[in-house]
Structures are given as C-alpha cells and as structure tokens.
C-alpha cells in the first residue's frame, strides 16, 4: 500500500509594505507556477486540497493547479495567517509604530520581522491579545483540527495551501517542539517551499521541512523569497 503524504506549501511572494499584503507580486505567481510545473513533471498528483481563505493561499493554488487538473480547493479558517499588523500593534503604542520605517527598505524590513517576533512570543505566553484574533493556544488547535481531519480522511495525497504560521505551528506541534521554537520555524518559512508530512493511522509525521525543488536552478534560486 503506498503511503500517505501531506504537502504543506507555503503561498508565493505577497505585497509586503503594500495597502493590501494579501496579493500574490509577479514574482509570486512565477514561485506558484514553478511549483505546479514540478509536481506534474514528477508525478505528484493530489486527490485532495485544503487552504485558508486568504487570496494569495487561493492565488498560490491556481498557480500550482496550471499544470494539472486539482480538486478544488476546502477552505478551512484553522489555516488562515494571524494578522502581523494586530500582533504588532498588540505591543507597541501607535505613536511607536507611526515611527517605523517602510518594510520595503532593508533597515525597516529587519525592524518589521524583529518586532513581529517579539509580538507572536507576547501572543504565545498569553501576555498580549492582538485585536480580532484568537488566543494563540486556539490559533494552534485549529491547525491542528486540519490535520486531524485529513488523517482521518481516505485522501491518500493532500496539498494544504497556507501560510507561515500555520505550517511552522503544525511541523512544530507534529515535532512536539515548544511554541516558542516554531517562531523559529516561521522565521525560516520561504514562499512556496514544500514540508512533507507522512500519515499514519495515529499521527503525522515530519519527512521535509522548507524545500524548494521547483527553484533549485540559477534561474530559481534568483526567484527564493521569504516574504
């Protein structure tokens, strides 16, 4: 009996620092199409797909999905991204915030990362409550929830479409790590890399985290992003 296999894709490049993140760039879409392309030269074909129901984990599936034909896709909130601009603003006063460089330059872009960091730790230990969102705790459960429900599903090879904080929390919930060290796993997240995940009848278990053999040429490599 083959095995079972969960694909956990990051969604491509989004518009960081524009009005509306939510929105694959150019670049974006090309790391979706590149992804598709691969799976069908290889043979990876999925009977299944789940996403959140965010534009670029629609935008990013549609990229893939130009290649072969994909069911459609299940929406499920658990694998919607938490809102970084509410995390932020969970701990610094508006007028902090005001003062902040554009996270398109390179100093505004370490402070944007070095101040969500700080945020999503605050969230996880309960000591912040960023406006509109879950507690952390139920933030990873409903991660969770979706894995579950694929394990206990017949799919035998399932493509989720998400984000970076869905995905670190669920390699880092399947690894039995702290939340803490899926910040890390977060953090190191590119668009569009792949995370394998085996099924067994009791759990998930981890087989690759973060790839990227659709953009492991000189053209490719050009193309790796992690925002």
Known sequence: MSERKIYLVRHGQASLGAVDYDNLSERGEQQAVRLGEYFASHGI??????????????????GIALAQAMPDMALRLGLNEYDSEAVIGAILTPEQIAVMKSPTSGEGYKQ???MLRRGIASWMRGESQPVGMTTYAQFAAGVMTVLDEVRASTARSVLISSSGGPLSSAVAQ????SHE???????????TAVSELLVTPKRCVLLTFNTLPHLDDNAGRAMQTYA
């Not at 074909?45 to 549609?62: E, I, N, P, S």
């Not at 399947?174 to 790590?177: C, F, I, M, S």
């Not at 060290?181 to 668009?191: K, T, Y």
């Open 45 to 62: 074909m999925f009977d299944a797909v789940y996403g959140g129901t965010l534009r670029r984990h629609a935008q990013t599936y549609k």
């Open 181 to 191: 060290a899926g910040i890390e796993l977060n953090m190191r997240m590119r668009n």
């Open 112 to 114: 944007h990362f070095a």
């Open 174 to 177: 399947v690894l039995g790590l």
